[in-house]
């Protein structure tokens, strides 16, 4: 079964420091997506950064990057200088074809990050 | 913002209850896709419409239920209410026609549902 795992229930961070939050995914399949995402104490998930099976390059959205090691499978999501604002929970996601014409996106569990002042 | 619409924020309601959560998805997309995040459970993928039609089925109880309407916004409805039903439900819409691994999903920000 395809499955995502993160491995820190809870990170802290000094302010503008950078940190990198991990996430292992298990597929057997070539064809899969990658994401991240934020949830806030205020509940709402956001949407940060995507990285495909096929990508040659990391992704990178600003302060957001994806350190994507496809042989160790691993996506790891690395926040450059951060801010109180990234206190939050960061989910890693993974999107693969389930059959029937249906692609479902799978979550692990969450890390929780606490940027210190 | 992500334009995704959930209605209502916050639902408290007794056991054996039924109640309806209601998503508008952002403009123009035509998938709908209901989760639900427990403590103990995480992000649990419960149910997919596309363009009205039912198109996967996750964890998703027999005492619960959903459709997508003419116009694109979908309902939940959850009955015979159980403590543990207790949660914060999502719902997120895609872009276009679900066909591929890159499909980003935007999430409304959730029904939290609190059953005493």
């Known amino acids: 079964a395809q499955k995502i795992t993160q491995t820190q229930p809870g990170m802290f961070v000094q302010e503008k420091e950078a940190v990198t939050l991990d996430c292992t995914y298990d597929t057997s399949d070539p064809s899969y997506g990658l994401f991240w995402y934020k949830q806030p104490s205020s509940g709402e998930m956001i949407f940060l950064i995507y990285q495909g099976s096929y990508d040659q390059q990391n992704a990178t959205e600003g302060r957001y990057s994806l350190n994507f090691q496809k042989a160790r499978k691993s996506a790891n999501l690395v926040i450059s200088a951060s801010q109180l604002g990234d206190s939050a929970m960061y989910f890693c996601?993974?999107?693969?074809?389930?059959?029937?014409?249906?692609?479902?996106?799978?979550f692990g569990k969450g890390t929780k990050l606490s940027v210190i002042p | 913002d992500s334009g995704v619409t959930q209605t209502p924020k916050h639902l408290i309601t007794a056991t054996g209850q039924r109640v309806t959560l209601r998503c508008s998805p952002r403009s123009g997309d035509l998938s709908v896709y209901w989760y639900q995040q427990s403590l103990d459970q995480g992000l649990q993928f419960l149910i997919q419409?596309?363009?009205?039609?039912?198109?996967a089925k996750g964890n998703i109880l027999e005492r619960f239920s959903a459709q997508q309407f003419p116009d694109l916004h979908s309902e939940l409805n959850l009955s015979s209410l159980e403590l543990g039903d207790s949660a914060l439900y999502f719902c997120a819409s895609s872009v276009s026609a679900d066909r591929s691994t890159n499909e980003k999903l935007f999430f409304g920000s959730g029904t939290q549902l609190s059953v005493l």
């Open positions: 996601a993974m999107r693969l074809y389930s059959g029937a014409g249906s692609y479902q996106l799978t």
């Open positions: 419409y596309y363009n009205g039609e039912e198109r």
